[in-house]
């Protein structure tokens, strides 16, 4: 059974820096994608940027283009989401995706809990 567990929400003042951390555990054989997405309250959940595990190419919304950075440590499976000039538009539960294949061989797309960030002066 494959798992994602997000770290690193909490409360942030505007302009402030924040990085969240996703961990992959459980029965697997290998990491192709791992990807940050939000939902706002009200709102639908949003794409946010994704990381290819092979060759680390990056991929960002224009929302926040200039402002997150996507990393990924292979060796820990874990992925990062390092978040800088937070605005209260970022304010949103912070979901990690993956699509992993499992020791089985099978792919399949995984999410983690979640992770709230909120934002205030």
């Known amino acids: 059974q494959v798992q994602l567990v997000e770290s690193g929400g909490g409360l942030v003042q505007p302009g402030g820096s924040l990085r969240l951390s996703c961990a992959a555990s459980?029965?697997?054989?290998?990491?192709?994608?791992l990807a940050w997405y939000r939902q706002a309250p009200g709102k639908q959940r949003e794409f946010v940027a994704v990381?290819?595990?092979?060759?680390?190419?990056?991929y960002y919304a224009d929302s926040v283009k200039g402002r997150f950075t996507i990393s990924r440590d292979n060796a820990k499976n874990t992925m990062y989401l390092q978040r800088n000039s937070i605005s209260y538009e970022d304010k949103a539960v912070y979901y990690c995706?993956?699509?992993?294949?499992?020791?089985?061989?099978?792919?399949?797309?995984?999410w983690g809990q979640g992770t709230q960030v909120a934002v205030s002066s």
């Open positions: 990381i290819t595990c092979s060759g680390g190419r990056t």
């Open positions: 459980g029965s697997i054989a290998s990491i192709y994608t």
């Open positions: 995706n993956g699509e992993i294949h499992d020791a089985s061989g099978s792919r399949g797309e995984y």
